[in-house]
Nanobody, 120 residues
């Protein structure tokens, strides 16, 4: 059984910051790429950032350098530091973890999401 649990969302004013965390737990054989995605009302889920097991990040072009993804492999945790937040960043943020359990092939596990609301 694998659990992916996000935290850190909330309400913040435009220009403010939030730090999201995502902890992966369970019978994990190997934890590989982790990432953050978001889904605004009426929109499709979109990539925010991903990070490999060795710490190489990848960001959506639209972020303009405002977000930073990092991870702590000892804690099976990925973070998303969000600065200079804009109203259009309002969305549910989802964590995705690519991992293997036992001898099964690698697959993606998703969290339930955490709401980020940016007010003007």
């Amino acid at each position: 059984q694998v659990q992916v649990v996000e935290s850190g969302g909330g309400l913040v004013q435009a220009g403010g910051s939030l730090r999201l965390s995502c902890v992966v737990s369970g019978s994990i054989r190997s934890l590989n790429e982790m990432g953050w995605y978001r889904q605004a009302p009426g929109s499709q889920r979109e990539l925010v950032a991903t990070i490999t097991s060795t710490g190489s990040p990848n960001y959506a072009d639209s972020l303009e350098g405002r977000f930073t993804i990092s991870r702590d492999n000892r804690k099976n945790t990925v973070y998303l530091q969000m600065n200079s937040l804009k109203v259009e960043d309002t969305a549910v943020f989802y964590c995705k973890a690519e991992l293997r359990t036992g001898w099964r092939p690698e697959r993606a596990y998703w969290g339930q999401g955490t709401q980020v609301t940016v007010s003007s």
